[in-house]
C-alpha cells in the first residue's frame, strides 16, 4: 500500500456524506438524551448553537420512547443567512456547552468523532450489499456488514490508537484475515483458569494443533527454556506492536514473556473488535484479547485478576440456564467463556489501583464457538443485524420478515420469546440481569424466522442484584448494589430505550408494522410470560413492567462527561445520568 492509498477513502463526497449521517445521528440522540432543545418552526425543528447565531435546521417524525427521527437530507446549517456546510467538529464546537463538554474533554472527544466518520467513509466504499441479499449471506459476512456500531452512542468508532494501516488490518468492516501472536508467559506471573473438565495442555493442543505447539515449545527450547514452565497467551497483533515490546520490556528482556510468532489460523475481528473468531475452524473457540485502545467510553484492556474467576461464573450460569424449565423452554443458551490466562506485571500492581489501564494490558479467553450447536438449515446472524439500515433505507429486520412469509407480528413474537421472555424470567426469578445490547447476542435462524437466542460476553456483563442472594465464592463479584427504584432499567433502558425502540422506528418508517403493534406484541408476550410464572406475582407487582413511565436514562451524556472511564464498573448505577422520564409504550397495553 502507497502513502496515499492509506487514505484513499477519505475522499470530499464521502467525507460530506458521513458528517451528514453523523450530525443527523447527534441530533436525534442529543435531543432524545435531551441535551438539545429542538425549537418548531412551521414542519421545521431548529437547533441553535451555544451563541445563538448558528442554526441547524431539520424535519423529524417523532415516535414512541420520545426518538426522533430525523431525516439527513433536510438538515442545514446557517449563520448569518447563509449557508455553511455540515462539519461535526464544528457542530460539536458549536454546542459544546449545551453538551457538556468540558475543555479537558472536548479535544478527545473530536478525535474520536473524526475516526468515526473515517471509519463511515471506509464502509462507504464497500460494495454496497442490500439487506434482501445480506440475510442470505452466512454469519461472518454480516458481522462484517454491519455499518453502524452501536445505536445510541454517537461517538461510536472511536478507536483512539490505532493507525490507519492498523484500521485496515484490524477493523471489524474491513474483514481482514488476522494471524494472532502468541506469548509464552512465565508461570511464576502467569495464571490458566478452565471451566469443568478443561486442562490445559490438551486445551492448548487442541487449538492450536501439535505441529504448532510442538514449534513453540521448540521456540523456548532454542533459547533454554522449559516449556513446562510457561503458559501461552494470544495476544492482539496490535497489542504486541504497541505496548507489549514498549510497556512490557523488562519483562520481555527477563524472559518473563517470549515471543512465540503468529498461531497458523486466521481469525476475523468481531463487532466488539478485539474478539476473534476463527474462520479457518469455525468449531473452535473464539478469542478475546486484551486491547489498548480507546473506545465507546472505556480502554479495552482485559484485567488478568478479573480473567481468574471468568470460567467459575460461566460454568456457574450455564447450570442455572439447563436446570430452569422456562429459560430451557425458550431456547436460550450462553456461549460461555470456557478459559481464561492472565498475565500480572508486578511492578505497576503495585504502582495503580485495580481499575487501572496498567493492569489490563495482557490477558485472553476463550468462548465457544455457537456454530456446533447449529441444527439442519439454521444459520447465525449477530442481534445488531436487526437495526441495520442498507443503502436504500431498507432494514435487515424487515428483509428476515419478508423472507420468513410470517406476518410482521408473528414474526416479531417468534423473536420476543426467544430473546426477551429468557431476560423477563431472569430478572423476576433471579434478580439476574445481562447486558443484552444487540452485539451481544447472536441470533439463531431458518429461513428468516428466530428460533433461539445465545447470550454472549458473560463473566464482564451479568449481575445479580439480589443481596440474599447465593452465590458460590468464585461467583460472588457478580453481587451489585442497586437500588430498588433502578432495577428495572435493566430492562427499560437496555432493551426498551437502547434497542427496541429503533427497531420499531425502522419497521414503522417501512410501513412493516405499526408502533402500536410493536409494543402490544411487546406487552402480549410479558403477559403471556407472567400468566406462565403465578408464583412470581409479588415480584410482577413489586417490579411494574406496565408502569405508565421510567427513568431516562442518557448514555451519551457519560460519554460526553467521561471519554476514558464512563461508568466505575464497582458501581454500576451510581454513575447513571437519569434526565427525567419516558413514557412507557407498554403502559397502554
Known amino acids: 500500500m502507497t502513502l496515499a492509498d492509506a487514505v484513499a477513502h477519505l475522499s470530499p463526497e464521502r467525507w460530506e456524506k458521513a458528517n451528514r449521517l453523523l450530525i443527523r445521528k447527534a441530533l436525534a440522540e442529543f435531543a ?3 441535551l438539545l432543545t429542538p425549537e418548531r418552526d412551521g414542519e421545521w ?7 445563538g447565531l448558528t442554526r441547524y435546521r431539520f424535519t423529524a417524525v417523532r415516535r414512541a420512547l420520545d426518538h426522533w427521527q430525523v431525516d439527513a437530507d433536510s438538515v442545514s446549517r446557517v449563520r448569518d443567512g447563509a449557508e455553511l456546510p455540515l462539519a461535526a467538529l464544528d457542530f460539536f464546537i458549536d454546542l459544546k456547552d449545551s453538551l457538556g463538554l468540558s475543555d479537558e474533554i472536548l479535544p478527545v ?24 441479499e445480506l440475510v442470505r449471506e452466512g454469519f461472518q459476512e454480516i458481522e462484517t456488514g454491519m455499518t453502524e456500531g452501536h445505536p445510541c452512542f454517537v461517538a461510536n468508532n472511536g478507536r483512539l490508537g490505532f493507525g490507519v494501516h492498523e484500521y485496515l488490518s484490524y477493523a471489524p468492516e474491513t474483514a481482514s484475515p488476522v494471524r494472532l501472536v502468541w506469548l509464552a508467559a512465565h508461570t511464576s506471573r502467569a495464571a490458566f483458569t478452565a471451566g469443568v473438565g478443561i486442562e490445559y495442555e490438551s486445551f492448548v493442543r487442541e487449538e492450536l494443533g501439535e505441529k504448532t505447539v510442538e514449534r513453540f515449545h521448540g521456540v523456548l527450547r532454542d533459547r533454554g527454556l522449559d516449556p513446562a514452565d510457561y503458559l501461552f497467551i494470544p495476544v492482539h497483533p496490535w497489542q504486541w506492536w504497541n505496548k507489549l515490546t514498549v510497556t512490557f520490556a523488562a519483562e520481555v528482556a527477563r524472559e518473563h514473556l517470549v515471543c512465540l510468532g503468529e ?8 463487532q466488539s473488535i478485539r474478539t476473534f473468531f476463527n474462520t479457518s475452524s469455525p468449531e473452535k473457540h473464539y478469542v478475546k484479547t486484551a486491547l489498548s485502545v480507546l473506545n465507546m467510553g472505556f480502554m479495552r484492556g482485559l484485567s488478568a485478576a478479573y480473567m481468574e474467576a471468568t470460567p467459575a461464573i460461566n460454568d456457574w450460569l450455564a447450570r442455572l440456564i439447563e436446570s430452569d424449565p422456562v429459560l430451557r423452554s425458550t431456547g436460550l443458551s450462553v456461549i460461555r467463556e470456557r478459559a481464561a490466562v492472565g498475565y500480572r506485571h508486578l511492578e505497576y500492581e503495585r504502582a495503580t489501583d485495580r481499575y487501572s489501564p496498567y493492569r489490563k494490558m495482557l490477558a485472553a479467553l476463550w468462548r465457544e464457538s455457537p456454530v456446533p450447536s447449529l441444527g439442519e438449515g439454521e444459520t447465525l446472524a449477530t442481534m445488531a443485524s436487526l437495526v441495520h439500515v442498507d443503502h ?5 429486520a424487515a428483509a428476515l420478515i419478508e423472507r420468513s412469509g410470517l406476518t410482521p407480528k408473528d414474526w416479531l413474537r417468534a ?19 445481562f447486558m443484552p445490547h444487540g452485539e451481544n447476542v447472536i441470533l439463531v435462524l431458518k429461513d428468516g424466522v428466530v428460533q433461539r437466542a445465545v447470550y454472549k460476553d458473560i463473566a464482564e456483563e451479568i449481575a445479580v442484584m439480589d443481596p440474599d442472594a447465593v452465590l458460590p465464592p468464585a461467583v460472588e463479584r457478580l453481587r451489585v448494589e442497586v437500588p430498588e427504584d433502578k432495577k428495572l432499567l435493566s430492562i427499560f433502558t437496555d432493551v426498551f430505550d437502547c434497542f427496541f425502540r429503533f427497531l420499531a422506528a425502522n419497521l414503522a418508517a417501512e410501513g412493516v408494522l405499526t408502533e402500536d403493534d410493536f409494543w402490544r406484541t411487546v406487552a402480549e408476550v410479558t403477559r403471556e410470560y407472567q400468566e406462565s410464572a403465578p408464583q412470581l406475582a409479588d415480584r410482577f407487582a413489586q417490579y411494574d413492567m406496565f408502569a405508565p413511565e421510567f427513568a431516562l436514562s442518557c448514555l451519551n451524556r457519560l460519554q460526553l462527561r467521561n471519554n476514558r472511564q464512563m461508568v466505575d464498573l464497582a458501581d454500576p448505577s451510581g454513575a447513571l445520568q437519569l434526565v427525567g422520564t419516558l413514557r412507557n409504550p407498554v403502559a397502554g397495553f
Open 392 to 396: 436504500e433505507g431498507a432494514s435487515f
Open 109 to 132: 472527544y473530536l478525535e474520536e468523532i473524526s475516526s468515526t466518520l473515517s471509519g463511515t467513509c471506509y464502509k462507504l466504499t464497500k460494495p454496497q450489499v442490500p439487506v434482501a
Open 263 to 270: 498461531g497458523d489460523d486466521e481469525y476475523l475481528a468481531q
Open 415 to 433: 423473536y420476543l420469546k426467544a430473546y426477551f421472555t429468557p431476560l423477563l424470567h431472569s430478572f423476576y426469578a433471579y434478580d439476574l440481569v
Open 32 to 34: 432524545h438524551e435531551r
Open 45 to 51: 425543528y431548529v437547533v441553535r448553537s451555544d451563541d
